[in-house]
């Protein structure tokens, strides 16, 4: 299923505008084998407290579990590492509390192996047909590998190769043109079919990556921001946060509790 299958899915979810949770849950139900089969994108719903009401086999393993059943009734933040789950469950918050509307919101992941992953999350409220805000419903998929059969590849991988590079140095975008030959517009474009990421989305993956592994040593937090490209404590510390749902020391802390 495509991404922009998911996103209408997402779409016919909220349209239907049930009056309860329940009404939602039992006019979708048929949909979860379907789902069910789609194994690169963890789709779910969750009640207004953010908890988890109905979820895909997908997101089902990624939380360590065999079945469905011992996930519902929970948040993110009770599921998930300590790293991490408490953000994603501060994201839904925003998003039941506030209406916010999340797309293309690139998010680090833990996998079994402990290292980082990356999804690009949708997320939208679902509202009853009286307006009120009930739940909302999500899709993380997971970044697809660099589409190398694409025309553009060749090009776009040196852009890739400069980036992994210098991610420590400011990048403009002007820079990464030169590089691939080609205008801002078709940068823009190609690096999202080819990489299915913006090449702003990928300077931070980037970065954020380094990030991830100097936070597990003992370097001082300013040191890794600038390790990392950021000459500003505070932005690397925002950025950080907007990720992962941590600040970097709050990070930091939670990986070293759970060794």
Known sequence: MSRNALAALCTGVESKRPETMDDLLASVQMLLPMLDAIANAAIFIKDAQARYVMANHTLVQRCGLKQLKPLLG???????????????TAQDRRVLEQGQVLEDQLEL????SREPGWCLT????????SGEIIGLVGISMDLQSASDS???FQRLA????HIRTHFHEP???DTLTRIAGISVAQLERYCKRVFHLTPRQMINKARLEHAHRLLQTELPI???ALQCGYTDHSAFSRQFKQLTGFTPRQYRQATAAGR
């Open 74 to 88: 929970k948040t993110s933040a009770e599921v998930f590492p300590a790293q991490l789950g408490p953000g994603y």
């Open 109 to 112: 992941h833990l996998y079994g």
């Open 122 to 129: 949708h997320k939208r409220p679902l509202h009853s047909r």
């Open 150 to 152: 694409h025309p553009a």
């Open 158 to 161: 040196a852009v890739d190769e």
């Open 171 to 173: 990048i403009a975008l």
């Open 222 to 224: 300013t040191e890794v």
